[in-house]
């Protein structure tokens, strides 16, 4: 017993990634920390889609499974678990079985490299951003086998069309990273580079987020990535491959049950990692707001009682809501489990004052708050804008979105190419 | 736990160009060729980046990164190609591709 | 690898062969990896396996028709391939058992971590002018992909 918290010990001095340090026990319990948020986050965005969009559109949303609707998630997954498993019988079985696997793995490998903090990456790799932005493109492979293996003719044409949209603005995408990825160059010995967390630590040596770097440069690259980000993962408002009113479903027509709950996962999975890409390359990772101009240990001091803070607010509105629940004895289960859970809010919220917890769920609550913000842009985006046409679409991926890419590359080139000039000279 | 030297990759790279010479030759439908083009052009960046490795330049990697390259170019082309003569005279067997005969 | 190898030239639906060969191009790009060359396989899965495969599989969608895969699809000169393959088999097998001493082993260097670095330096210095031309030969190649796909002229 000794000697594990020994181990435990060990491992909270290092200060490497678990897949540098080629610690292959560490590295498994992060994959599974990873993987289990994974899924915790993709099941709470399942349930905020559906109460934000609600909201947005002056109605409730679900009110009924759990109180305020919290265990929706949990009866969609069931319902989707239970449903017949139906495969069409012209179509290719070993295709039709493997489509959703690829683009499942797809979307959950890229997390290997992800950063929640200076040492919270399962690996660091050397080519980091290059390896998330090749294993998300495979997942268009997956897109195009899935229609391909249905047999039918609205899953074609929505894969034929996801799949293209995906590929067109995948350019943009490089375009808008590479130019991030010059940013880091501009430093003192003039090497940028390509890992995740060296990227991060680029941001926190030059003392400002690369979005607000180099006015407006940083800027419309991040506005070319968010944009970019948005018609990849197929989201509205570029969601014409799977709207309901337009192809029925698109490429996912076929798929019942567990198949069509993967692809799904899928998707949220892939918009969690793409928002990652752009809260690492432009907004800082896991840096709090403002390490510059609000500076210092005091600072540093009040912004880490922010998580905890924000959890004890979070507990505070599900008690005043709990507060608010009609009293009538059909709602009693439901209002002492709504209590139950604001207690666990409160608890949490509790547990992150301790002052060792504090320093090191710091780096992970900002990586996530920012991202849980790309989020709620992603909901809010659906919610408001009405769907691009096709053409309309591959006009903008092309024509628009790929010229100024180019044009911000070579102004970031350029600026930076100045300025180093002027500091070297 | 056998040692991997560089003649294993060869090794390797020489069974893969010669699967790859295997569909290229014995094939009739010109996508599976093409498909086969491209294991060729993979044998051989397997080859030079594992002579990159033995000489410790980077030199082979460099060039790998150019047929990569210029492999895409191809693909594109041929498969335009393909369309082409497709559309004109509905197959794809490659011995139908005779057009220059009497 | 040299199973998706075997697959890709034996499949009779191309679709399948087209999988075959992404598996193959999957496990090259981690052979890379084995021979500490990790930018070749980053740019490995982003082009070969996550671009050109794509290509791949639309050009299948639009040409495979079902009486295609129905026919015989070994060629009529599969026995000239066979004979062809032999021989470069042999010459191959001779050059290798003859050779194997002229191969050094190589001793394990200390993994650096700026290979990105290093190749770019060669890429943008001394190979500046196959850079240009490359990009060069993708014009061409862009042009000439949509010009000859196009329905008129």
């Known amino acids: 017993?000794?000697?594990?918290?020994?181990?435990?010990?060990?491992?909270?001095?290092?200060?490497?990634?678990?897949?540098?340090?080629?610690?292959?026990?560490?590295?498994?319990?992060?994959?599974?920390?990873?993987?289990?948020?994974?899924?915790?986050?993709?099941?709470?965005?399942?349930w905020l889609e559906r109460k934000i969009l609600a909201h947005m559109q002056v109605r409730l949303g679900p009110m009924r499974v759990g109180p305020h609707g919290l265990l929706q998630p949990i009866a969609d997954a069931l319902k989707l678990l239970l449903k017949e498993d139906i495969m069409p019988t012209e179509a290719d079985s070993a295709i039709f079985w493997c489509a959703p696997f690829i683009v499942v793995l797809a979307a959950f490998t890229v997390f290997v490299v992800v950063p929640f903090g200076p040492t919270h990456a399962?690996?660091?790799?050397?080519?980091?951003?290059?390896?998330?932005?090749?294993?998300?493109?495979?997942s268009v492979l997956g897109i195009v086998m899935a229609g391909w293996a249905s047999n039918s003719h609205y899953p074609l044409i929505g894969a034929l069309r996801s799949s293209a949209q995906m590929v067109s603005y995948e350019v943009a995408m490089g375009l808008a990273v590479v130019s991030a990825v010059l940013m880091t160059s501009l430093n003192a010995s003039g090497t940028g580079t390509l890992s995740m967390i060296g990227i991060v630590e680029a941001q926190q040596a030059q003392g400002e987020w690369f979005i607000f770097k180099f006015f407006p440069l940083g800027l419309?690259?991040?506005?070319?990535?968010?944009?970019?980000?948005?018609?990849?993962?197929?989201?509205?408002p570029f969601d014409l491959a799977e709207?309901?009113?337009?192809?029925?479903?698109?490429?996912?027509?076929?798929?019942?049950?567990?198949?069509?709950?993967?692809?799904?996962?899928?998707?949220?999975?892939?918009?969690?990692?793409?928002?990652?890409?752009?809260?690492?390359?432009?907004?800082?990772?896991?840096?709090?707001?403002?390490?510059?101009?609000?500076?210092?240990?005091?600072?540093?001091?009040?912004?880490?009682?922010?998580?905890?803070?924000?959890?004890?607010?979070?507990?505070?509105?599900?008690?005043?809501?709990?507060?608010?629940?009609?009293?009538?004895?059909?709602?009693?289960?439901?209002?002492?489990?709504?209590?139950?859970?604001?207690?666990?809010?409160?608890?949490?919220?509790?547990?992150?004052?301790?002052?060792?917890?504090?320093?090191?769920?710091q780096d992970i609550f900002w990586f996530t708050a920012k991202v849980a913000g790309f989020m709620y842009l992603y909901i809010w985006y659906r919610g408001t804008f009405p769907r691009y046409r096709f053409d309309q679409l591959m006009k903008m991926g092309w024509k628009v979105l790929?010229?100024?890419?180019?044009?911000?590359?070579?102004?970031?080139?350029?600026?930076?190419?100045?300025?180093q000039n002027l500091w070297h000279r | 736990?056998?040692?991997?030297?560089?003649?294993?990759?060869?090794?390797?790279?020489?069974?893969?160009?010669?699967?790859?010479?295997?569909?290229?030759?014995?094939?009739?439908?010109?996508?599976?060729?093409?498909?086969?083009?491209?294991?060729?052009?993979?044998?051989?960046?397997?080859?030079?980046?594992?002579?990159?490795?033995?000489?410790?330049?980077l030199h082979g990697q460099v060039f790998a990164i150019f047929i990569i390259t210029d492999a895409a170019a191809e693909a594109a082309v041929g498969l335009g190609i393909l369309i082409a003569f497709f559309r004109n005279k509905e197959t794809i067997n490659i011995d139908e591709v005779n057009l220059l005969k009497w | 690898m040299l199973i998706g190898g075997i697959l890709v030239i034996t499949r009779k639906n191309p679709v399948h062969s087209a999988l075959a060969l992404i598996v193959t191009l999957l496990a090259q790009a981690s052979i890379y990896l084995m021979l500490y060359a990790p930018f070749v396989a980053g740019v490995q899965i982003i082009l070969y396996a996550g671009g050109i495969m794509v290509l791949f599989l639309f050009v299948i969608m639009l040409v495979s028709i079902d009486?295609?895969?129905?026919?015989?699809?070994?060629?009529?000169?599969?026995?000239?391939?066979?004979?062809?393959?032999?021989?470069?088999?042999?010459?191959?097998?001779?050059?290798?058992?003859?050779?194997?001493?002229?191969?050094?082993?190589?001793?394990?260097?200390?993994?650096?971590?700026?290979?990105?670095?290093?190749?770019?330096?060669?890429?943008?210095?001394?190979?500046?002018?196959?850079?240009?031309?490359?990009?060069?030969?993708?014009?061409?190649?862009?042009?000439?992909?949509?010009?000859?796909?196009?329905?008129?002229?």
Not at chain 1, 127 to 133: A, N, P, S
Not at chain 1, 402 to 419: H, R
Not at chain 2, 5 to 28: D, N, S, W
Not at chain 3, 106 to 133: C, R, S, W
Request: with cysteine.
């Open chain 1, 1 to 46: 017993m000794g000697q594990l918290v020994q181990y435990v010990q060990s491992y909270l001095k290092s200060n490497q990634t678990p897949g540098a340090a080629g610690n292959i026990f560490w590295m498994l319990v992060y994959i599974m920390l990873v993987f289990v948020g994974l899924s915790v986050a993709v099941i709470a965005m399942n």
């Open chain 1, 122 to 138: 399962i690996t660091d790799m050397n080519i980091g951003i290059l390896f998330m932005l090749g294993v998300s493109s495979l």
């Open chain 1, 220 to 236: 419309i690259a991040f506005f070319i990535f968010a944009v970019a980000m948005v018609a990849e993962t197929n989201r509205a």
């Open chain 1, 243 to 361: 709207a309901e009113s337009e192809l029925t479903a698109g490429f996912h027509t076929e798929y019942s049950g567990f198949r069509w709950s993967l692809f799904f996962l899928a998707e949220y999975s892939a918009m969690i990692a793409v928002s990652s890409i752009a809260v690492t390359l432009w907004l800082g990772g896991w840096l709090r707001p403002f390490p510059h101009w609000l500076g210092g240990a005091t600072w540093d001091q009040i912004f880490s009682f922010v998580p905890g803070v924000t959890f004890l607010f979070l507990s505070a509105i599900t008690f005043f809501n709990v507060v608010r629940m009609p009293k009538h004895p059909y709602f009693r289960i439901q209002t002492i489990g709504l209590a139950g859970f604001g207690a666990v809010l409160g608890f949490i919220g509790l547990a992150l004052f301790v002052p060792g917890v504090r320093v090191r769920i």
């Open chain 1, 402 to 419: 790929l010229p100024m890419g180019l044009g911000v590359l070579l102004l970031t080139a350029c600026v930076g190419l100045f300025q």
């Open chain 2, 1 to 57: 736990m056998l040692h991997i030297t560089t003649l294993h990759y060869l090794v390797l790279g020489a069974a893969l160009f010669l699967l790859g010479v295997i569909g290229v030759l014995t094939r009739r439908n010109v996508v599976i060729v093409l498909m086969s083009i491209e294991l060729i052009l993979n044998a051989v960046n397997l080859n030079l980046v594992a002579f990159s490795r033995m000489w410790g330049g």
């Open chain 3, 67 to 153: 009486r295609s895969m129905r026919e015989r699809q070994f060629n009529s000169q599969w026995v000239a391939g066979i004979i062809a393959a032999t021989a470069l088999g042999g010459l191959f097998i001779a050059v290798y058992t003859k050779g194997t001493n002229i191969f050094p082993d190589h001793a394990l260097p200390v993994v650096e971590n700026d290979n990105t670095q290093k190749i770019a330096t060669l890429l943008y210095g001394q190979y500046m002018f196959a850079f240009e031309i490359a990009s060069l030969l993708l014009l061409v190649a862009i042009i000439g992909a949509v010009v000859m796909a196009k329905k008129k002229i």
